[in-house]
């Protein structure tokens, strides 16, 4: 087959070629994912709650304790001046006032609060450091998880959940190492060294410090009633929101050109709206007894000062330990306090965490791998199905069934169809981006599950359907086939494929930013860099999917050039809707319905095949279509 006949086959661009980086998938998972899924959500069950929290510090636990000792320590030194300005009270009133006494304490309160500030600087230092480890092997592990998990991975989840795992719940872990985790810790040595203190002081005013207790935490669980499933609501309506903002952002020219807003974006509205009703909801369920508990829990003063008062006047109780009641007592129930909001944020936290296992605890291709190598570059599809999981009259709805026929090596194999007949998804199975639901998939004679990933995406390039280009410059974004490559290398696979002339004419050269999704290039420019990227990879085997279905007439030209080099001497299996332009390929693989109908040359297939027939037969008549001046189809010549 001619190479100019390959550049024709087509569709919206070329993702290119890393075929390890994952795309977005379709919008179903594929058989398996829906049970991975469900494995992954019961491991990540096991780890919810505070001892899944503490997993994740892994080798940072020394750190973490280190701080939450240093955060007790700084509480502990904290309630010296307290019991300073008791002694204090008593050398002021006592006759003589005992000045000297007063003086040394006031050294003594200083020097406590100084270690106070130091213990606190101590604590939050070595949680930070432990805090900002943890966040960066977390989102460093998350990162290659997604990277090895298929694509029915993602199937079922949106761009905005995965968003959220990534940046929202990790920060959260963060949060909690870096604050929630040595504050809670500080916030129960406190009401135990102070009830210790207390009670060997006076019991009856020790019980009297904590009599408001039970109301404000009886306030505070009437407060918290049904607040699991409220959180549930919240963080679904968080994803639904991002979701929806991403969509919104990403289809902005759509937005624009219909003279939409916000407010008017169907689902974004609607998410942001139904946010701001729960947050009145939670505030009328919760408000009353969060305020309820804030007030009883600060006011343990109203039972300190006239039960102390009235041992005091009794003689059953001294000046300096009634002193010393007003000034701890608050503090015992004040701690109540934060403890309670540390205790409310690990709660929260543990939604975070789970979704965080959930994709750690992700089975990926990897660890399916085996170790045989392929004999050679040819690829055999063996009785393969697919399913995406849909369900249709109780059974799932196949993609492909038994579909059987060889790509020889070295050779072109064309994959024609309507549209929805399977070809991407067929041509997807080969780099394992989604697993054959039964059959064998082979590349050398070996099943691709048998034989280790990165030897597979050594040996296949992918031009995808859609162009991605990431937000690097030109030289980055070709050097993600190749990490090594260097700058004469870079510059001949652009020049093969068309695309060195373009970015001489960037600002930068190569050197140029592409922004985001190379929203600085043309479709067609984009297409050629995808080329180039495939081109440096220089993988014996290329899947084509549709490169230039919505080129213009000169990139078209050019991009037909630019896959005429990629397509020598290598095997290539192509998706084409143009059947003109594979008209001389090697063989022709006509699907329909996730089946083969024939396979043969072009010749052949015109002779026998009344599907390939037929879609010969609309081509040639769409070819010829006109817009005539008065509205209306014409044919400017007929059937060719």
Request: charged share 20%.
């Amino acid at each position: 087959m001619s190479g100019s006949a390959v550049a024709e086959v087509g569709g919206a661009g070329a993702a290119g070629v890393a075929v390890g980086r994952r795309e977005p998938a379709p919008s179903a998972g594929c058989e398996g994912g829906a049970s991975q899924g469900d494995a992954s959500a019961g491991s990540a069950g096991d780890v919810r709650g505070l001892s899944g929290l503490l997993r994740l510090l892994g080798s940072q636990a020394g750190l973490v304790s280190a701080s939450a000792l240093a955060s007790v320590l700084g509480v502990a030194v904290g309630l010296v001046p307290f019991y300073c300005v008791a002694r204090m009270a008593t050398a002021i009133y006592a006759t003589p006032a005992r000045l000297d006494e007063v003086q040394s304490l006031a050294f003594v309160v200083l020097g406590a609060l100084g270690g106070r500030v130091l213990f606190n600087a101590l604590a939050t230092v070595l949680a930070h450091v432990a805090a900002f480890r943890v966040l960066h092997d977390l989102r460093l592990r998350l990162a290659r998880k997604l990277g090895g998990v298929p694509l029915s991975f993602f199937a079922s989840r949106t761009t905005g959940e995965l968003k959220r795992t990534m940046m929202d719940d990790v920060a959260q872990v963060e949060s909690f190492i870096a604050h929630h985790f040595p504050d809670g810790v500080a916030a129960i040595a406190v009401p135990v060294l102070v009830t210790i203190a207390l009670l060997s002081v006076d019991w009856r005013m020790a019980l009297a410090s904590v009599a408001v207790m039970p109301l404000a935490i009886g306030a505070m669980a009437s407060s918290m009633r049904g607040m699991d499933e409220m959180h549930r609501k919240w963080f679904a309506l968080q994803d639904r929101t991002n979701a929806s903002m991403l969509e919104f952002l990403r289809g902005i020219h759509v937005v624009k050109s219909f003279g939409l807003t916000a407010q008017r974006f169907g689902d974004l509205s609607r998410s942001i709206e139904e946010g701001l009703a729960w947050m009145v909801s939670f505030m009328r369920t919760n408000g009353r007894g969060y305020g309820t508990f804030a007030a009883l829990i600060g006011s343990s003063l109203v039972v300190l000062i006239p039960v102390g008062g009235l041992l005091h006047v009794t003689g059953k109780l001294s000046l300096q330990d009634l002193v010393l009641f007003l000034v701890l007592g608050p503090q015992l129930t004040l701690s109540m306090m934060r403890l309670m909001f540390a205790w409310g944020n690990v709660q929260r936290i543990e939604e975070g965490n789970a979704r965080i296992m959930v994709v750690l605890l992700a089975p990926d291709l990897v660890a399916r791998g085996g170790t045989k190598l392929p004999a050679h570059h040819g690829i055999a599809f063996r009785e393969v199905s697919f399913s995406y999981g849909e369900e249709e009259r109780g059974k799932a709805k196949e993609a492909l069934s038994r579909v059987s026929f060889e790509v020889e090596a070295g050779k072109v194999t064309a994959l024609v169809g309507p549209s929805g007949a399977g070809k991407t998804t067929l041509a997807r199975l080969v780099p394992r981006l989604w697993e054959a639901t039964s059959g064998r998939v082979e590349v050398g004679g070996v099943d691709v599950k048998e034989m280790p990933l990165d030897v597979l995406l050594g040996k296949v390039s992918v031009v995808f359907q859609e162009v991605f280009l990431f937000h690097g410059s030109v030289r980055e974004n070709l050097r993600l086939a190749k990490p090594d490559a260097t700058e004469a290398e870079i510059v001949q696979a652009c020049k093969a494929a068309r695309a060195d002339e373009f970015v001489l004419r960037l600002p930068m050269g190569y050197g140029t930013p592409l922004g985001e999704r190379g929203a600085r290039l043309s479709g067609g420019e984009k297409q050629r860099l995808s080329i180039a990227r495939a081109l440096l990879k220089d993988a014996p085997i290329l899947v084509l999917d549709e490169a230039t279905a919505f080129a213009d007439a000169e990139n078209e030209a050019l991009i037909q050039e630019a896959l005429s080099a990629l397509c020598q001497g290598r095997t290539v299996l192509v998706i084409a809707h143009r059947l003109a332009s594979v008209a001389s390929a090697d063989k022709l693989v006509v699907l329909d319905e996730g089946e083969v109908r024939d396979q043969g040359t072009h010749e052949e297939l015109l002779g026998r095949c009344a599907l390939y027939q037929e879609l010969f037969a609309h081509q040639s008549e769409a070819a010829a279509w006109v817009l005539s001046t008065e509205g209306s189809a014409a044919d400017a010549g007929g059937a060719a």
